[in-house]
């Protein structure tokens, strides 16, 4: 348990000497954001997720059948919108391949006008999810979190890659002291997971609440404020910024 307690601790709160510097608290931070934004597409966007992207093709192929209340073109945008994302992420990827700072400061910006736009047209029909709002939310998210993704998974911190969960609970029961493993980043793992219940809760309880502007304002403030962090805490080029290789 102390184990566990420790490494939350230093999750949340990295020493000077971490290789990752302050990365694993705005990770976690972008995390949180990936529970608000799936809440809102699967509750209010047709049952379609924009960050999960092994649900979204399970939902499409429940929607091939002809399952009712899921939507093929829903799925397949949002699949094609991830994908346009993560191509941006990677092109950011190679631009600022030498500072990871710039690299997540960039991104989330990115990400914050992305928001910023789905915020404005929900505003704008004062909440109500038109088709129009439905696709260009669906587009605008996916965007977001396929470039979220691949800026993760460029970064490299271990166990944080905001989106997918799957291979951190492995980890977390695979390589257990019961299983015989060593346990690497317990704490870490599980503030991973309760992250994303986080954002997804706090999602659910606002947009089941008709508060659905309100919702994608938290996760655009999130954005807004991991950019701004970023930017200071990488000025002057600390040793964290430089790239794992």
């Known amino acids: ?9 230093r999750t949340l709160a990295p020493p000077g000497e971490d290789r990752h510097g302050p990365l694993p608290p705005l990770m976690l931070t972008l995390t ?13 966007l047709g049952h379609v997720f924009v960050a999960n992207m092994t649900g979204n093709v399970v939902f499409l192929g429940f929607a091939l059948v002809g399952t009712a209340n899921l939507s093929v073109l829903a799925s397949v945008v949002a699949l094609a919108a991830f994908l346009l994302g993560a191509l941006a992420g990677g092109r950011l990827g190679t631009r600022f391949a030498t500072h990871r700072g710039n690299l997540l400061k960039t ?5 914050t006008v992305l928001v910023a736009v789905t915020v404005a ?6 909440g109500r999810i038109t088709t129009g709002v439905q696709y260009a939310l669906i587009v605008f998210l996916g965007l977001s979190m396929g470039l979220q993704n691949a800026v993760a998974r460029r970064l490299g911190v271990p166990d944080l890659t905001t989106t997918v969960l799957t291979l951190t609970l492995t980890g977390l029961a695979a390589d257990s002291i019961l299983a015989g493993g060593a346990a690497p980043r317990p704490g870490r793992r599980i503030l991973s997971v309760l992250a994303v219940l986080l954002g997804a809760f706090v999602g659910a309880q606002l947009v089941l609440h008709g508060h659905l502007v309100l919702t994608l304002s938290l996760a655009l403030i999130l954005l807004a404020l991991t950019s701004a962090t970023t930017h200071c805490l990488s000025a002057g080029d600390p040793a964290w910024t430089r790239p794992l290789s």
């Not at 809440?39 to 209010?44: D, F, Q, T």
């Not at 991104?107 to 990400?111: E, R």
């Open 1 to 9: 348990m102390r184990r566990l307690l420790n490494d939350a601790v």
């Open 32 to 44: 949180v954001v990936t529970g608000l934004v799936d809440a809102v597409s699967y509750l209010a």
């Open 107 to 111: 991104a989330t910006a990115v990400q």
């Open 121 to 126: 047209a929900v505003a704008v029909t004062g």
